[in-house]
């Protein structure tokens, strides 16, 4: 893996807009602005302190001259220059000179081409794919999530999250809502051709043979284990006036006949065995196929799920469920944070060494990327509206807060440039003259 690509997942998170600076970077930001303008306000300040100074001399030669000159167009310059970087944010000297404090007069301007740029070089589908192809977000994750130090966090952050889960759950409206809205999902549900599906699955894996030759056993040793029973309930409903050999006779009859067909029946090749899986395979046939068939097995499916006792069974499960969930969140070595952890690690390790998976990953964010672009035109109209309802004060304030210190150059350069330039213009004439 390449030193770019063994970065950690979380230089992917976006830096935080300047509306949520922290409030000590922007302690920092305001010292710096503050500095950066004193220096270049000292700067000016001391072009007028020469250029006044050359007026006290008497009989100034060539070099005060110079220097006169070479002050009054570094004033100039650094006038201009003030003016056009207040001009920016403000009203210089807060006289309303027109085209100045272009900012706040132009915010509704540039919030619409803030979002119109963003949409149409950013909010593009060559844009957004090439950017997640570079930086194989997947991988990233994969990397992130297998991290020793990643399960704990994350199994921290479930454990702290859940008790406020399973308590929201537990509002009565939410779980009226629940019902009403999964319980009419459910009732709508045909579950007869599923039924019928998994029926044909076990028969042709042969999963239903085994299920029934067990149960035919576990039948016949029934029978042989309760022979007596059986013959005493025989003997209780038979007539005063049979003698009791000819009911254990009939009692013997019944056991040795049910085990007869028992045994018959775990033949495999056996006409009782034969028939029996004709009968399987129209039921399935009808489950799948039958509208009648299906339609019984549904209301039979929603009398269930309607019997008040089914209900009541639900809800407290339910109940019991959440109840040892928090109970056991509520212990130093909980069993559920552990779980997570395992899990997270798991999956994480799984996921590391899967380029399937990985490859599945990065093609649903290019999905998700190209799904994105679909709604540019909407994003941009949403960065447009919030520039728009921003207060033209906080908006000014946190732009020269941003860039305030960098534009202090641009009073910098104006001042000495033009103290150059104005000492070129002044050779240039002294020669020339």
Request: net charge negative; charged share 25%.
């Amino acid at each position: 893996m390449s030193p770019d690509r063994s970065r950690s997942f979380d230089t992917l998170v976006p830096s935080p807009p300047p509306e949520t600076i922290p409030s000590v970077a922007e302690d920092g930001l305001r010292r710096r602005l503050k500095r950066k303008r004193a220096l270049a306000t000292s700067l000016l300040v001391a072009m007028g302190v020469v250029f006044v100074g050359t007026h006290f001399v008497t009989d100034p030669g060539i070099v005060i001259r110079l220097l006169r000159a070479t002050a009054e167009a570094g004033i100039v310059g650094g006038l201009a220059d003030w003016f056009a970087v207040t001009a920016l944010f403000r009203h210089p000297l807060g006289l309303p000179i027109p085209h100045t404090a272009i900012i706040p007069s132009s915010q509704e301007r540039i919030g619409r081409t803030l979002g119109r740029f963003l949409e149409r070089h950013f909010l593009t589908e060559e844009v957004l794919l090439r950017k997640l192809r570079s930086a194989h977000v997947a991988q990233h994750f994969a990397a992130w999530l297998a991290a020793p130090a990643t399960a704990p966090i994350l199994a921290e952050t479930v454990a702290a999250a859940l008790p406020y889960v399973i308590r929201t759950l537990d509002n009565s409206d939410l779980q009226d809502f629940a019902r009403r809205t999964v319980g009419e999902q459910v009732q709508q549900a045909d579950i007869a051709p599923v039924m019928g599906r998994a029926i044909h699955i076990m028969t042709a894996s042969g999963e239903t043979d085994v299920l029934f030759e067990r149960a035919l056993g576990v039948a016949a040793e029934w029978l042989e284990e309760n022979r007596e029973q059986i013959f005493h309930l025989v003997r209780e409903r038979s007539r005063w006036w049979i003698p009791k050999t000819i009911d254990r006779k009939i009692a013997d009859a019944i056991v040795t006949g049910s085990a007869d067909l028992l045994n018959n029946l775990r033949e495999p090749e056996s006409e009782v065995r034969l028939k029996f899986r004709e009968a399987l395979t129209q039921l399935i046939d009808e489950l799948i196929n039958s509208p009648e068939q299906r339609e019984q097995i549904n209301a039979f499916k929603n009398r269930i799920l309607e019997h008040p006792e089914v209900q009541a069974w639900i809800a407290a499960v339910w109940h019991e469920t959440s109840r040892t969930v928090l109970e056991d969140l509520s212990q130093p070595a909980s069993k559920a944070r552990m779980a997570v952890e395992k899990l997270c690690l798991l999956v994480g390790r799984a996921l590391a060494t899967d380029e399937a998976m990985l490859k599945h990953i990065d093609a649903f964010l290019e999905k998700l990327a190209v799904y994105l672009v679909s709604w540019r035109h909407e994003i941009g109209a949403f960065v447009e509206e919030v520039v728009r309802s921003w207060d033209s004060h906080t908006l000014v304030d946190r732009l020269e807060l941003v860039v305030g210190s960098d534009l202090q150059y641009i009073r910098m350069n104006g001042t000495v440039v033009g103290a150059f330039a104005g000492c070129l213009i002044f050779l240039a004439s002294q020669l020339l003259g």
